[in-house]
């Protein structure tokens, strides 16, 4: 026992030096999405001030593919010493592990949460045409009505399916899921009234919202937004409903304790900044960082809602 102990102060002693060393040459940070996204986007937009705080070069890679499961495979395998880090969206972890049959790596050690970089909050909007003014009048029409109203996504999986399905479990409506290849062809059905709701990001309908061409009902986070003042949440009437996508920073499973806390720091850190939060706040985001400690809580309460809400839904990615 008492060589245990040895062997253990030992090993921390490594961890806390590999901590005060770190950063000592460039980072890697995968994007697992093609350049010019909304994910890509952010990632440069953190990345820059992460970089001056951590007094290093982030170099910013994108590896499209596979709804982000190749760029978090080449994460998971990667030396798990802070320098190749994820720019995370909730498919490597939080849904695509119950969508897929199988992934290429292990979801749950293969990854370690560092940190809440923003939400990316989502709205339900609605037809001109459609007559409900509340969400609550849309889940009444709804019942009366079983698949007479279509909900569209940017396809099976996508946050706007998964979000739509939560509503139908919550609710306890039949609504039909119309699946598209992207979201600016489901936009452009939801306007022409082909599709009568959807439940996506912000930044996607504001637009037509402030136009008239589209109507929102309600917000999908927890807390109305200063963005949309006088819209209430979806919560409101569905207690508990929060469905805007998350996004967090990872580093391969196994990375020493010391270096995750060393990147939280700074991560939350750059969140504070009142530049990185405008320009945050510009594009549509709502930036909030956490602990570790509180990612890896999120990360499991996430898990287990989408779990049950694919379940439900039968939704499948071959």
Do not use: C
């Amino acid at each position: 026992m008492f060589a245990f102990a040895i062997g253990a102060v030992a090993a921390g002693s490594v961890q806390a030096q590999a901590a005060n060393d770190y950063p000592n040459q460039p980072i890697r940070l995968i994007v697992p999405f093609a350049p010019g996204g909304g994910a890509d986007v952010t990632a440069r937009m953190v990345s820059e001030p992460l970089a001056a705080e951590l007094g290093q070069s982030i170099i910013v890679d994108n590896k499209p593919g596979g709804g982000g499961t190749i760029g978090a495979r080449i994460v998971s395998e990667a030396k798990p010493d802070g320098y190749t880090l994820l720019y995370t969206t909730p498919g490597p972890q939080l849904t695509n592990p119950f969508l897929m049959k199988s992934l290429p790596y292990d979801p749950n050690t293969g990854l370690a949460p560092v940190s809440r970089i923003a939400i990316v909050p989502s709205v339900l909007v609605v037809n001109k045409s459609v007559k409900a003014d509340s969400v609550k009048e849309l889940i009444e029409e709804a019942k009366k009505n079983p698949h007479g109203i279509r909900f569209a996504s940017a396809g099976i999986g996508a946050s706007s399916h998964l979000s739509g399905e939560l509503l139908k479990v919550m609710a306890g409506v039949e609504i039909d899921h119309i699946p598209y290849r992207g979201t600016g062809p489901a936009l452009q059905d939801l306007i022409g009234g082909r599709v009568e709701m959807a439940i996506d990001s912000l930044t996607v309908y504001q637009a037509y919202i402030k136009s008239g061409d589209l109507k929102v009902l309600g917000v999908a986070t927890p807390m109305p937004l200063d963005s949309l003042p006088g819209v209430p949440t979806i919560a409101e009437t569905l207690p508990g409903f929060d469905s805007s996508p998350v996004n967090y920073l990872s580093a391969p499973g196994g990375t020493p304790q010391p270096i995750l806390d060393r990147l939280n720091a700074a991560m939350n850190k750059v969140l504070a900044e009142p530049e990185t939060k405008e320009r945050m706040l510009k594009a549509g985001l709502l930036p909030e960082g956490n602990s570790v400690e509180e990612m890896n809580k999120l990360v499991k309460d996430e898990q287990a809602k989408w779990k049950k809400v694919i379940e439900l839904s039968g939704a499948k990615i071959e």
